[in-house]
């Protein structure tokens, strides 16, 4: 078959889809990811084939003019999706009538305008079989639904976005459709209409699901077709130190706080300097993965901490007592994978819902970023070092996961959806 794979211009997001694109391209299919020209390099370095389309922009650019002009975002799910976080008899049509305007015409429109044409352009000359996109690039159901492929969303976290969509299908039963009551299936209805066809649901969450959660900490939509897959580790290319063969001599902690606040220059959301200082004196080593730029700005360095600006969590986390982290699902899913207890700071999009199912799982506990001290985490951490029923439920998370079938398992369920089969 051939497979053609797009996302967002955001390595992370990527990094979540190789594995898959691996064992496709091990089966025997070819693959190609499609994504703008920046993720090139990315896309390469992971031994697949790229192909640059569109032309490079994203939301970044957005938050980067907002941030010289003294704005500041609000941290979170963003309107419309925020609504999982409430009741649902808290949520209006209205509401979220509204929340899809904002965000389509916010986000939506330039997230997916750049990449759309040239993508269906390309589809169109290449003819996959099977196109998988991730929840926010529509235009990978756009180019699928131009060229009647298959396709499939490869879920980068909790399905928010299926979720919402059912609480407004709920709640706009009956009520028939005029423009504007839908302004999501007007905006890609449009697309729709201009290479011949009409808008339908799986334009918005595919004709199914792929999900890399474990499934304790899944959040799903209760009419989507949803496939569990084994997540696999895969941060880019990566150096295993020579510090890191030996095995540790005290307890070792993790402390990591992301790939995309690096790769963007952000602040972190927490002080890391109060972190520092709060567990210099405990009896452990701490490993800290700190950007040059924070780290040239710390005025202290325990000595029982190690900071370096990147080791990869598949070598690092199976050494490790517990880890604290920004609860990112790479970062989340790795050390649920190698049965690690952890501390999440939480602070934007899923992650404090992810980490809420965490803490309720009972494998880590949780502290929203905003209230992160250096003291509130010394606390934590030390609950997690010193209480075996964290590390009980890590490890049932653990075997959760490892019981979910690898990548390699739904390469067969793909080929029978493609419409065209082996060529």
């Keep these: ?17 190789a594995p898959l694109a691996w064992a496709l391209r091990t089966a025997g299919h070819e693959v190609r990811v499609a994504c703008q020209p920046k993720m090139t390099e990315a896309i390469t370095q992971a031994g697949l084939t ?6 490079d922009r994203d939301l970044w650019q957005v938050f980067g003019r907002l941030k010289g002009a003294g704005a ?16 649902p008899e808290d949520i209006t049509l209205e509401s979220l009538r509204e929340g899809y305007r904002v965000r389509i015409d916010a986000a939506h429109k330039m997230t997916n305008a ?31 639904k131009a060229v009647g492929a298959a396709h499939a969303r490869m879920l980068i976290g909790a399905d928010v976005y299926g979720l919402t969509r059912h609480h407004f299908l ?24 201009k290479y011949g066809e009409e808008f339908t649901e799986d334009m918005v969450t595919g004709q199914f699901s792929i999900d890399l959660l474990p499934p304790s900490l899944q959040v799903h939509a209760p009419d989507l077709d949803y496939r569990s897959v084994r997540f696999t580790p895969y941060g880019g290319p990566a150096v295993v130190p020579r ?11 993790a402390l990591t706080l992301g790939l995309t606040v690096s790769d963007h220059g952000l602040a972190y959301p927490v002080d890391v300097q109060d972190i520092l200082d709060a567990v210099g004196d405990l009896d452990i ?7 040059d730029a924070v780290r040239q700005r710390l005025q202290r360095i325990p000595d029982n901490a190690r900071l370096v600006p990147y080791v990869p969590m598949q070598a690092l986390l199976p050494t490790c007592t517990a880890v604290i982290h920004h609860a990112g699902v790479g970062t989340l899913t790795t050390a649920a994978l190698y049965g690690v207890p952890q501390l999440t700071l939480p602070w934007d999009v899923d992650q404090p819902l992810l980490s809420a199912r965490l803490a309720a799982h009972g494998a880590g506990l949780t502290t929203h970023a905003t209230r992160a001290t250096g003291p509130a985490v010394r606390e934590s951490l030390l609950r997690l070092l010193e209480d075996e029923v964290f590390r009980r439920r890590a490890h049932d998370l653990r075997e959760e996961l ?3 079938p690898p990548a390699n398992s739904l390469v067969q369920e793909l080929e029978e959806r493609a419409p065209a089969g082996i060529r």
């Design 1 to 17: 078959m051939r497979i053609l794979f797009t996302c967002y211009p955001e390595r992370t997001h990527f990094l979540l889809m």
């Design 50 to 55: 790229a192909v640059p389309v569109g032309s």
């Design 72 to 87: 500041r975002l609000r941290p979170g799910l963003a309107e419309p999706y925020d609504a999982v976080e409430r009741r």
């Design 114 to 144: 750049p990449l759309a044409g040239a993508l269906v352009e390309y589809a169109q000359r290449w003819r996959p079989d099977l196109v998988i996109w991730e929840p926010l690039t529509f235009a990978g159901a756009i180019a699928a």
């Design 170 to 193: 709920r709640l706009n039963s009956g009520q028939g459709h005029r423009q504007g009551d839908d302004p999501l299936a007007d905006w890609l209805g449009g697309y729709a209409r």
């Design 243 to 253: 510090w890191l063969w030996e095995p540790p001599r005290r307890p070792r902690v």
């Design 285 to 291: 080593e701490l490993v800290a993965t700190v950007s």
């Design 402 to 404: 490892v019981a979910v």
